[in-house]
Structures are given as C-alpha cells and as structure tokens.
C-alpha cells in the first residue's frame, strides 16, 4: 500500500505550534483473522494492545477499555463528514481551515492520498476524550482507528489540544 504524505503534511504544519497532531502506519505483525470475525470493538481492543502501539504511543496508557465499547464504526461518507467537522473546529486556540469548502477540499485530499477503497477498511472514531491517559488530559480529542485487512496494516490520525 502507497501513501501520500502530501496532506499528512499539510495537517501536521496546521496543527503544530496550538495542538498535538497524529498520524502513525503500521503493518500488523500477528495474525488477526480471528479479530476479523469477532465483535468490532474486539478488533479495536487487538489494535490498541498490540506491540506496535505500545512503542508508538506508551503516553497514551493506560487504556480505558470501556471507553472503546463507546468508540463508532463510521462508512466512507461518515468518515469524510467527521474530518471535515474536526477540520472546521479546529483547536481550542486557532482555526485548521478557514471555510467549509477549505475543510471539504481538506477531507478530500487526505482520503486521495491515502489511496484505497474505504468500504475495505473499517473505521473506528474515538471521541470520547476518557478512552486513554493521554486523551483525558486534553481539551480536545478526536482519534481515527483506521484497519485495512487485505494489507494487513493499520493507522492512527488524530489530534488533541490540551488548553
């Protein structure tokens, strides 16, 4: 799988300075077949326990794993509708995008350069602030799951504002 780091670029720059930014990829190293025929909230539980996390994010522990029971399976559209929300909020201190139209190209972009079919994926949004140590402490939060199967590889995009 190729990515473009393009808008991951442009968001970082955004959000630097005001707030924390987030995007990490990983490829899953151990079989998760099994996760992939269970409950969708057991296949976020694998993901956020898994080595690869732990080493990317160890500020982010503990996990509130109650918290993931609350966690929403968004589709192609819900997904693109929640980045544009998030991008039209901003941080607790400056805006990302200065227009709907500005966040709606936004969206679009990263999903562009993130290049595969998302009714391949399956998205998990955390907006619940209490799902980790580190979200709790923030004003904002608002964290993507993101796992694609047929790659074996998953990632994180999100960001926190602690004001």
């Not at 522990?61 to 109650?66: G, L, Q």
């Not at 139209?101 to 969206?107: D, G, Q, Y």
Request: charged content about 25%; aromatic content about 16%.
């Amino acid at each position: 799988m190729e990515i473009s780091y393009h808008t991951i670029d442009v968001l970082k720059r955004r959000y630097t300075g005001t707030s924390q930014f987030y995007f990490s990829l990983f490829r899953h190293t151990k079989p998760m077949d099994f996760a992939l025929h269970t409950e969708k909230t057991y296949l976020l539980k694998c993901l956020l326990s898994s080595e690869e996390f732990m080493e990317e994010y160890a500020d982010f522990f503990p996990i509130n794993e109650d918290v993931l029971d609350q966690a929403m399976v968004l589709n192609r559209y819900e997904l693109e509708g929640s980045l544009i929300s998030m991008f039209l909020q901003g941080t607790c201190t400056e805006p990302i995008v200065t227009d709907e139209i500005e966040a709606r190209k936004l969206s679009q972009a990263l999903l562009s350069d993130l290049r595969v079919e998302l009714d391949q994926w399956v998205v998990f949004k955390l907006g619940n602030p209490g799902w980790s140590k580190a979200s709790m402490e923030a004003t904002l939060s608002c964290f993507y799951i993101v796992f694609y199967a047929a790659h074996r590889c998953w990632f994180i995009l999100g960001f926190e504002d602690v004001y």
